[in-house]
């Protein structure tokens, strides 16, 4: 069974956000086995596909794991498999993924970048807790909570400097009951390619940092389109490794573009 590493939201090596693909002949095997298989890999996210028979809704079946456990939605994973089925000639024009968050869709440029079509997510003001501003030890301008299928929460710090310099309470967000925190704050100089930055942390699923969460654009794209009033952005996430994703947002759809790189490709000899 082929085990690849792929860098996806950039076009280099060694940047974005690195998932592990593993493509399935026929059907998912032992939940145990996946999990163990994720927990191995030790990345923020190994992807697990499988065709499906044609005359269906969606082409391939998917599913994701953390090294803790396994996520509703995933971004990078998401991409990084489509460029796996693209770039191996296993798939090509618009690829349907059925997933725990429904069917999603990836189309593969001929630039080598793919563009996700995600559920957009719902945004809703809330109060900032007392437990989340003492684990992050920085000045919070807003706080929103996010849709079922993504359950982060997002909170605007005040400025570029800030997000990149902030230094959280890794353990204190560890028994926070939510998927992750989003941080964002306007880029400082958008001539430099993006308009906004991010960062996520998902210690409750085992990643301390996620160093570009795709699935999280979902919502930093409505919030960001609101406030810089454009419907296309670019956002740069992450803290020592970064990554840039192109979103559209589409009224109930957004759509999120960026490359993507195999890093490595090799033999899992574990069978389930």
Not at 18 to 24: I, N
Not at 91 to 101: D, H, K, N, V, Y
Request: glycine letters at 10%; proline letters at 7%; aromatic letters at 6%.
């Amino acid at each position: 069974m082929r085990l690849r590493i792929v860098d996806a939201f950039t076009d280099r090596p060694f940047r974005g956000n690195p998932a592990g693909v593993l493509l399935l002949e026929d059907g998912f095997p032992a939940d145990t086995w996946l999990q163990e298989v994720a927990a191995e890999v030790n990345l923020s996210e190994t992807a697990f596909a499988h065709p499906l028979p044609p005359g269906g809704d969606a082409d391939w079946a998917l599913r994701w794991f953390t090294p803790a456990g396994e996520v509703d939605m995933c971004g990078h994973a998401t991409l990084a498999t489509a460029h796996v089925l693209a770039s191996n000639g296993l798939a090509e024009g618009l690829i349907r993924f059925t997933a725990r968050c429904g069917v999603l869709t990836a189309e593969a440029a001929p630039d080598g970048t793919v563009t996700l079509d995600f559920p957009t997510s719902s945004l809703t003001p809330v109060a900032p807790e007392a437990a989340v501003r003492d684990a992050l030890g920085a000045e919070i301008k807003s706080v929103h909570d996010t849709a079922a299928h993504i359950g982060d929460l997002l909170v605007e710090l005040a400025d570029e400097r800030t997000v990149r310099e902030l230094t959280p309470d890794i353990a204190a967000l560890r028994g926070y009951a939510r998927r992750g925190v989003i941080v964002t704050a306007p880029a400082e100089d958008p001539s430099r390619g993006y308009d906004f930055v991010s960062r996520g942390f998902f210690p409750a699923f085992g990643i301390d940092e996620d160093p570009v969460t795709g699935s999280a654009h979902t919502a930093l794209a409505p919030f960001w389109a609101q406030r810089l009033g454009r419907t296309q952005l670019t956002g740069l996430q992450g803290g020592a490794r970064t990554g840039l994703v192109r979103v559209t947002l589409a009224g109930e759809r957004t759509l999120l573009t960026g490359g993507a790189v195999t890093v490595i490709d090799g033999e899992l000899l574990a069978r389930p």
